[in-house]
């Protein structure tokens, strides 16, 4: 279980969203995920910066525009085990804030010593697990 929720944290950084950041980091580099996330370029991801990202991604990712992200729409990793987490309703599908919960769950999983902020070292570990 863990390693879905480090799995889905990177999949939140990395995830492409146009106007985010000027390019979109390369596959698997969680540096270049945490730069193209740390909008005030203080080296943090705060929880800020972290909200506006997923909230991005989650609308990025919900193509047919109803609200609402689906096991379809998220083929990047194994949905299953999201859905089986996320899902709180059972409906099979996210809602924002089922997405969200989701999400802020990696986040503190990935905050190792507790900042409220993701460094890039943390980053880097919660990938390298």
Do not use: C
């Amino acid at each position: 279980m863990k390693h879905i929720s480090i799995v889905l944290l990177m999949w939140a950084l990395l995830a492409p969203a146009s106007g985010w950041s000027d390019e979109i980091p390369p596959p698997h580099d969680p540096r270049a995920a945490h730069a193209a996330t740390d909008r005030n370029h203080n080296g943090e991801i705060n929880r800020e910066e972290f909200e506006q990202r997923i909230i991005q991604i989650f609308y990025f990712a919900d193509v047919d525009k109803d609200g609402y992200v689906t096991i379809g729409q998220l083929m990047v990793f194994d949905e299953a085990l999201l859905f089986e987490t996320a899902d709180i309703d059972g409906d099979s599908r996210l809602s924002l804030s089922e997405f969200l919960a989701a999400r802020f769950e990696n986040f503190r999983e990935a905050d190792t010593d507790g900042s409220d902020s993701l460094s890039v070292e943390e980053v880097v570990e919660a990938f390298n697990k």
